[in-house]
Structure formats: structure tokens, C-alpha cells
């Protein structure tokens, strides 16, 4: 028989079990305290999410600060009861690693269509954890609209003996333990095959929640195979942000620069505009 | 013992190359 603690996280992180804004905490990085979310910050402002962010970064880029909220998110929740919410789905890029809030696209575009901005994007996550995040969110906010700016298909959701939900990125190493070998493994073992066929799954269960839910779809990515395999597979053009890491870079000399953050934000207004979803 | 010697090297050799393809596909340093 299955012990009761292993049921009982199994139940907190069941998407379907999500009911109050605070069952989202079980699904952040905040909560899953895994060897690569060692460093993520409390609930709090913060100029830097961590150590090594402030030694990379730049230091003449303009301070801002991150607001991590009580369930381990970027900036408020909007309430339950709201009727007119944005949501944003993602992984560092929707969260806005190394940008001010006001300057990446789920602020820009929420203010402009003058909607409540629900930002649920995390630093690392795979296609799979976005999808059981949406599924979560589906069932506890009322939402409109949904962007998801779905991540790379290779990464890798990988739920740990401590019961934490972790992201296995085969190119990062982590902390000696479990789930890096794990990714050692999947590095080894898994095809290609098996990590795209896992991000398809993703996607669709991404769109039958939201068909479910009658949520407005947009997709849209950052990198061009996951654009490719939403075209090809799914029919699906989506938006995609582009930025020349060669040339550009948000604060922590590692993320989209404001520039492409903003036409990105113009390009999903676009698809919106003329009802581009899934 | 050759023959296990020979496919550690293979492994290895596998493992950094689908490393390198990794890398180029995925390039964010998460912290």
C-alpha cells in the first residue's frame, strides 16, 4: 500500500485539487525546494532572485526589483472573484528573469487590453510543469484569456523521492543527488523522441484544459523547433520571441532583452487582435 | 575488459556530444 504522506502530496499536486489561490504554492519553484530551486528567494522584494544572478548581472542596467508573493509568483495575484483575467504561463522568460515586471510582455500586454494580469511563469520549468500549472490555475481563477509561452521541448518534468516536482534541463547540471542522476539518465537513455512526444501530450492537455474551461488559447514560444512542432503537429502559428543572445541581453546577461520582449507583446496582441487562438 | 573499456569511451563519447546539442538547444543558465 501506497503510505499516507506520498498520497497526501500526490493529492496537493493533483491540477484538479487546486481550488484556492494558495494551492498555486505547491506547484512553485518557492514550494519544490528540489537542488535546482535551492536558491530561489521567500516571499519578498528582492533586487536579485539570488547570489549568482547579482555576480552575472550587469551593472549598469537600471535597478528594479522582484516581488515574489506568498505563493512563490511574480508580483500580485489578481482576486478569485475577478472576471477579467489575463493569464501568462512559462517558463524564466514569462517570469521575466533579469527584466523589471513593467517592462516584459505579460505587464505590457495586460495593461494595454486593460485586464488583470495573472503571471504564473516560473525560471526552468519544462512543458509539462507549465501544463499541470495551467491546469491548476484553470480550476482556481476565472481567466479570459491565456498566453503560454510554451519552453523548449527537451526539458524534462521529474517529480523527486522528497516529493518535490522538479525540471530535469539535460544541458544543466545539478547538485550531486537524485534528479541529477536523473538527468544524467535521461542524457543517456531517453530519445529525442520520447521528450518531444511528452511535450506534444503537454500541449494537448494544455488546450483540452483550456477548451474545458472556455479560456481563450494564444501559444507562443521562444524557440523556433517548439514553433515548428506547433505548426506541423497541431496546425498551431505561434508567436515567436526572438532575440540575438549574440547581441542583446536582459540585466542577467542570459535572458530576452526589453526590445524583444516588446515585440513580442506587439505580436501577440496581433494574434489576438485578429483571434488567433488555438 | 577492452570491451568494457571501449563502451565507457563510446558512453562518454555519446554523452557529450548529445550534451553539446543540448547546450545549443536550450542555452538559459538557470540559477
Given at each position: 500500500?501506497?503510505?499516507?504522506?506520498?498520497?497526501?502530496?500526490?493529492?496537493?499536486?493533483?491540477?484538479?485539487?487546486?481550488?484556492?489561490?494558495?494551492?498555486?504554492?505547491?506547484?512553485?519553484?518557492?514550494?519544490?525546494?528540489?537542488?535546482?530551486?535551492?536558491?530561489?528567494?521567500?516571499?519578498g522584494?528582492?533586487?536579485?532572485?539570488?547570489?549568482?544572478?547579482?555576480?552575472?548581472?550587469?551593472?549598469?542596467?537600471?535597478?528594479?526589483?522582484?516581488?515574489?508573493?506568498?505563493?512563490?509568483?511574480?508580483?500580485?495575484?489578481?482576486?478569485?472573484?475577478?472576471?477579467?483575467?489575463?493569464?501568462?504561463?512559462?517558463?524564466?522568460?514569462?517570469?521575466?528573469?533579469?527584466?523589471?515586471?513593467?517592462?516584459?510582455?505579460?505587464?505590457?500586454?495586460?495593461?494595454?487590453?486593460?485586464?488583470?494580469?495573472?503571471?504564473?511563469?516560473?525560471?526552468?520549468?519544462?512543458?509539462?510543469?507549465?501544463?499541470?500549472?495551467?491546469?491548476?490555475?484553470?480550476?482556481?481563477?476565472?481567466?479570459?484569456?491565456?498566453?503560454?509561452?510554451?519552453?523548449?521541448?527537451?526539458?524534462?518534468?521529474?517529480?523527486?523521492?522528497?516529493?518535490?516536482?522538479?525540471?530535469?534541463?539535460?544541458s544543466?547540471?545539478?547538485?550531486?543527488?537524485?534528479?541529477?542522476d536523473?538527468?544524467?539518465?535521461?542524457?543517456?537513455?531517453?530519445?529525442?523522441?520520447?521528450?518531444?512526444?511528452?511535450?506534444?501530450?503537454?500541449?494537448?492537455?494544455?488546450?483540452?484544459?483550456?477548451?474545458?474551461?472556455?479560456?481563450?488559447?494564444?501559444?507562443?514560444?521562444?524557440?523556433?523547433?517548439?514553433?515548428?512542432?506547433?505548426?506541423?503537429?497541431?496546425?498551431?502559428?505561434?508567436?515567436?520571441?526572438?532575440?540575438?543572445?549574440?547581441?542583446t541581453?536582459a540585466?542577467?546577461?542570459?535572458?530576452?532583452h526589453?526590445?524583444?520582449c516588446?515585440?513580442?507583446?506587439?505580436?501577440?496582441?496581433?494574434?489576438?487582435?485578429?483571434?488567433?487562438?488555438? | 575488459?577492452?570491451?568494457?573499456?571501449?563502451?565507457?569511451?563510446?558512453?562518454?563519447?555519446?554523452?557529450?556530444?548529445?550534451?553539446k546539442?543540448m547546450?545549443?538547444?536550450?542555452?538559459?543558465i538557470?540559477?
Amino acid at each position: 500500500m501506497i503510505n499516507d504522506p506520498e498520497i497526501d502530496n500526490l493529492k496537493k499536486k493533483n491540477p484538479q485539487n487546486a481550488k484556492n489561490t494558495n494551492d498555486i504554492l505547491y506547484f512553485s519553484n518557492m514550494y519544490n525546494k528540489h537542488s535546482l530551486n535551492k536558491n530561489y528567494p521567500l516571499p519578498g522584494k528582492h533586487e536579485f532572485l539570488n547570489e549568482p544572478e547579482r555576480k552575472q548581472s550587469k551593472k549598469d542596467w537600471p535597478q528594479f526589483f522582484y516581488h515574489i508573493n506568498e505563493q512563490g509568483f511574480r508580483d500580485q495575484l489578481p482576486e478569485q472573484d475577478d472576471k477579467n483575467i489575463i493569464g501568462f504561463f512559462g517558463c524564466s522568460i514569462t517570469f521575466g528573469e533579469g527584466l523589471d515586471s513593467k517592462d516584459n510582455f505579460p505587464m505590457l500586454l495586460s495593461n494595454d487590453l486593460g485586464m488583470s494580469c495573472l503571471n504564473l511563469g516560473q525560471p526552468g520549468l519544462s512543458a509539462e510543469n507549465v501544463a499541470v500549472i495551467f491546469e491548476a490555475a484553470a480550476n482556481i481563477w476565472d481567466m479570459k484569456i491565456a498566453v503560454v509561452t510554451i519552453p523548449v521541448w527537451s526539458r524534462f518534468m521529474y517529480m523527486e523521492s522528497s516529493g518535490y516536482l522538479n525540471t530535469i534541463i539535460p544541458s544543466y547540471a545539478q547538485a550531486p543527488g537524485e534528479s541529477e542522476d536523473v538527468r544524467k539518465a535521461v542524457m543517456m537513455n531517453f530519445s529525442d523522441n520520447h521528450l518531444m512526444y511528452a511535450f506534444v501530450r503537454s500541449v494537448n492537455s494544455i488546450i483540452n484544459v483550456a477548451r474545458s474551461k472556455g479560456i481563450k488559447l494564444v501559444f507562443g514560444t521562444w524557440h523556433e523547433e517548439a514553433q515548428q512542432i506547433l505548426r506541423d503537429v497541431f496546425g498551431y502559428e505561434a508567436p515567436n520571441l526572438h532575440n540575438d543572445y549574440t547581441l542583446t541581453t536582459a540585466r542577467d546577461n542570459s535572458h530576452p532583452h526589453p526590445d524583444s520582449c516588446y515585440k513580442y507583446y506587439l505580436s501577440l496582441k496581433e494574434q489576438i487582435d485578429k483571434e488567433g487562438f488555438v | 575488459m577492452f570491451a568494457r573499456f571501449f563502451n565507457h569511451l563510446l558512453k562518454m563519447y555519446r554523452y557529450r556530444k548529445r550534451l553539446k546539442e543540448m547546450k545549443k538547444r536550450d542555452p538559459f543558465i538557470y540559477k
